[in-house]
T-cell receptor
Framework: DSGVTQTPKHLITATGQRVTLRCSPRSGDLSVYWYQQSLDQGLQFLIQYYNGEERAKGNILERFSAQQFPDLHSELNLSSLELGDSALYFC??????????????FGPGTRLTVL | GQQLNQSPQSMFIQEGEDVSMNCTSSSIFNTWLWYKQDPGEGPVLLIALYKAGELTSNGRLTAQFGITRKDSFLNISASIPSDVGIYFCAGQGAYSGAGSYQLTFGKGTKLSVIP
């Protein structure tokens, strides 16, 4: 158990809908990272928040957005869902903003299925 | 963007055999990480490497950070059935502005162990 929690574990929805994925980082960690894992693309970095502020952006679509709240939990919002958005979404957390020996620990993931 | 080439893509080995997998990159990384992912779970950190040339062990696992900083390998000795899973390498580059501490992942090596 990494100490990172994600809810829900599974999510099934229809095209065009909007969903919210939730992540609670390990106690004491200030950074939250979101990743998408699909069969053909592997693990792709989406976005990082550090202490409530956006820190880094990766391959995140404009239909997707995230935020980190004062209690440091984070939410990833996916809107206007398409079939191709079906994937595993992972959250990771680290103590600081990254770099050096600041290690990322991953949550168990949310499996999103868009029908 | 940065890309990691991880090989082999999959391996079938007999229990007790040693395993070797590697990652190469066209870019320099400051940190190399090896993760293992079991089905339906998030990646779990196995070994972290922070210095070029560093050789680090974790039980039956040994990993090395290449001298050129563009490659890393992972060895598993005396494989057992619970070694089954997907192994990912990940590289973390130097900071060069917002976004540069993100991890770049290889596509993974799927390991199957035949009892």
């Amino acid at each position: 158990d990494s100490g990172v929690t994600q809810t829900p574990k599974h999510l099934i929805t229809a095209t065009g809908q909007r969903v919210t994925l939730r992540c609670s980082p390990r106690s004491g960690d200030l950074s939250v990272y979101w990743y998408q894992q699909s069969l053909d693309q592997g693990l792709q970095f989406l976005i990082q928040y550090y202490n409530g502020e956006e820190r880094a952006k990766g391959n995140i679509l404009e239909r997707f957005s995230a935020q980190q709240f004062p209690d440091l939990h984070s939410e990833l919002n996916l809107s206007s869902l398409e079939l191709g958005d079906s994937a595993l979404y992972f959250c990771a957390s680290s103590v600081e903003a990254g770099g050096g020996t600041d290690t990322q620990y991953f949550g168990p993931g949310t499996r999103l299925t868009v029908l | 963007g940065q890309q990691l080439n991880q090989s082999p893509q999959s391996m079938f080995i007999q229990e007790g055999e040693d395993v070797s997998m590697n990652c190469t990159s066209s870019s320099i990384f400051n940190t190399w990480l090896w993760y293992k992912q079991d089905p339906g779970e998030g990646p779990v950190l196995l070994i972290a490497l922070y210095k070029a040339g560093e050789l680090t062990s974790n039980g039956r696992l040994t990993a090395q950070f290449g001298i050129t900083r563009k490659d890393s390998f992972l060895n598993i000795s005396a494989s057992i059935p619970s070694d089954v899973g997907i192994y990912f390498c990940a590289g973390q580059g130097a900071y060069s502005g917002a976004g540069s501490y993100q991890l770049t992942f290889g596509k993974g090596t799927k390991l199957s162990v035949i009892p």
